[in-house]
């Protein structure tokens, strides 16, 4: 089993920043790929940006430019730096480790809101 803990979300105005953080535990296998995902209300849960082992991210055409995601793989925690943040970018946030066939797990959700 694993487990994920995700920390960092809040309230924030338009254009400042937050970053996400999210700790990996339990059977944790090198060859993984962790990632970040929202959900706005009324809307399908979309990603925002993935990273894989060896460090090649993959991002969101939304937030290309604004957030940066990065992993420690020995503490096997994936971070996402926020910036330059918009009202749209407010949705619950879900942190994602995908192991293959070792399974693929979600984080409990931290809530980013971009308001005024």
């Known amino acids: 089993q694993v487990q994920l803990v995700e920390s960092g979300g809040g309230l924030v105005q338009p254009g400042g920043s937050l970053r996400l953080s999210c700790a990996a535990s339990g059977s944790i296998f090198r060859l993984y790929v962790m990632g970040w995902y929202r959900q706005a209300p009324g809307k399908q849960r979309e990603l925002v940006a993935t990273?894989?082992?060896?460090?090649?991210?993959n991002y969101a055409d939304s937030v290309k430019g604004r957030f940066t995601i990065s992993r420690d793989n020995a503490k096997n925690t994936v971070y996402l730096q926020m910036n330059s943040l918009k009202r749209e970018d407010t949705a619950v946030y879900y942190c994602?480790?995908?192991?293959?066939?070792?399974?693929?797990?979600w984080g409990q959700g931290t809530q980013v809101t971009v308001s005024s």
């Open positions: 994602n480790l995908n192991q293959g066939a070792r399974g693929d797990y």
């Open positions: 990273i894989i082992s060896s460090g090649s991210p």
